[in-house]
């Protein structure tokens, strides 16, 4: 069998050669690795070579050729494409035919790739859409894109949205990307959190990381279902979207909570909250990105197995949950990530570079932080994680439902800025008790703030802005 080199010499300098490899071999290995590795072909490679390939029993050797075949992007081969891509009976060879056709870039394909946007495979009705979106600007194809608005598949939709800009969106974006309002630096505010967003401008947010009440599995919050509870949160996270800048992350950190039995006569509860939310957020424009699972050491959890330990009966087998859940969202956006980077100095991209040692799987292994004035605060290691790798230097991070501050104090050691709400005043206070040793020459000090206060303080500075 050739080697890659040798199929490139004889690409180079022996074509006719490389003609008869083709030509004679008998193996499909042999013919596979040859089509495989033809790169780039020289302007002066005979496309008929393939042909017999496109009917070949393999059907990598006929993706191969079709692939091949539209590297030429000669429209001499429109019509054998065109045969692939209607009559094939793979659909990765199909899809590979109308990429060929599109390549050609070539009127004479706009009827077999109309044709294909009706197919009920979506990879093939995406790769026709693809190829005439070149044409697209036609108000013959831009009415038959539109067409596929409503198309059953969300990625059909979402390109056909995008592409011929029927999202209707205009841009309200105030502040550049890496800016955020001085209002709100490094500000803690005390108040309901749904109050507080309200008087919050638009696009003013960098990161969300937070860890909402547990329904009615601790004492700080009653709902009165959890319906009621879940409408409570969606109304949060609403809120946090429309304040959060385009394409950023809110991470949301929650697990299945048990609320207890009513008496020895009935179960106790499991709520599965981060499969729940999940639904709610995703519904409102979060895209899902990842899943992250926080672990702690069993000896650190409330301990379910005692009662199994003893009477091993299947069935009620009750495993000690070690995990939480940190869910990461980003603010659904037509721009890559890479824009959102792009938008920042160079100096920034690199002071907020993470550095080794950094946690490369989905498992975080941290332990609890048990604290007597709160009883569910969020361990430094966890915060340290979040902040640096899902924010940059001098970013606006924000936590809904602030507890005893943990994330503002992490950021403000990593060099961002804070942004909390919190509604109860005994954890309000000791926010600003554990501030007080902060140094008051920082050019934004912390500042604890009633609502009416806030909504001042950023009035005047809106006004001061436009
Ligand atoms: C799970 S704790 C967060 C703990 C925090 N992550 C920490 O590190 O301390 C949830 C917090 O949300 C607060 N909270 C509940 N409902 C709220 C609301 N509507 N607005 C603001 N804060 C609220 C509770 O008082 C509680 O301190």
């Known amino acids: 069998m050739l080697t890659k080199q040798e199929i490139k010499q004889l690409k180079e300098d022996k074509l006719d050669d490389l003609y008869a490899e083709l030509k004679q071999s008998k193996d499909n290995r042999t013919i596979q690795f040859i089509l495989e590795n033809l790169g780039k072909l020289p302007d002066s490679f005979d496309g008929d070579i393939l042909l017999p390939f496109l009917v070949h029993s393999h059907d990598d050797i006929r993706l191969w050729a079709v692939k091949n075949l539209g590297k030429i992007q000669d429209t001499q081969y429109l019509d054998v494409l065109s045969e692939v891509a209607q009559n094939d009976d793979d659909s990765m060879v199909r899809r590979e035919a109308i990429s060929s056709l599109g390549r050609m870039r070539d009127r004479k394909t706009i009827p077999v790739l109309l044709e294909s946007l009706i197919d009920s495979d979506p990879k093939i009705t995406l790769q026709a859409i693809r190829g005439l979106l070149v044409f697209k600007h036609t108000s013959k194809i831009e009415a038959e894109l539109q067409q596929l608005q409503n198309h059953p598949n969300e990625m059909i939709q979402e390109v056909i949205t995008r592409e011929l800009s029927l999202n209707g969106k205009k841009s309200e974006i105030k502040y550049p990307h890496p800016m955020s309002p001085d209002s709100m630096k490094n500000t803690v505010v005390h108040g309901d959190v749904r109050d507080t967003l309200q008087v919050v401008p638009a696009d003013s947010i960098h990161l969300t990381f937070t860890s909402p009440p547990y329904y009615n599995a601790r004492d700080y919050s009653i709902y009165v279902s959890y319906e009621a509870y879940l409408d409570f949160l969606t109304d949060v996270f609403t809120e946090v979207h429309r304040v959060t800048k385009e394409g950023r992350f809110l991470i949301v950190n929650t697990s299945p909570v048990i609320v207890p039995r009513f008496s020895r006569a009935y179960a106790s509860k499991r709520y599965p909250i981060p499969f729940d939310l999940h639904a709610r957020l995703t519904s409102i424009d979060w895209e899902f990105i990842d899943d992250i699972v926080w672990a702690k050491p069993e000896t650190s959890v409330k301990n379910r197995n005692a009662g199994f330990l003893q009477h091993r009966k299947p069935i009620a087998y009750k495993p000690n949950p070690v995990t939480e859940y940190l869910m990461v969202y980003r603010k659904k956006s037509e721009k890559l990530i890479d824009w959102n980077i792009k938008q920042y100095a160079f100096e920034t991209i690199e002071q907020s570079k993470v550095g080794d040692g950094y946690e490369t799987s989905n498992l975080w292994q941290i332990d609890p932080t048990f604290n007597k ?94």
């Not at 430094?380 to 970013?395: A, H, P």
């Not at 140094?439 to 303080?457: G, K, V």
């Open 373 to 466: 004035i709160h009883s569910a605060v969020f361990p430094n290691e966890l915060c340290n994680r979040v902040i640096k790798y899902y924010s940059l230097v001098g970013d606006l991070v924000f936590d809904p439902f602030g507890g005893s501050g943990t994330l503002g104090k992490v950021a403000y050691e990593l060099k961002r800025h804070f942004f909390l709400t919190e509604m109860d005043n005994t954890y309000f206070e000791h926010i600003k008790r554990s501030f007080g040793g902060q140094p008051l020459f920082d050019e934004f000090p912390p500042r604890f703030l009633s609502l009416d206060e806030f909504s001042q303080t950023v009035s005047n500075f809106e006004t001061l802005f436009e």
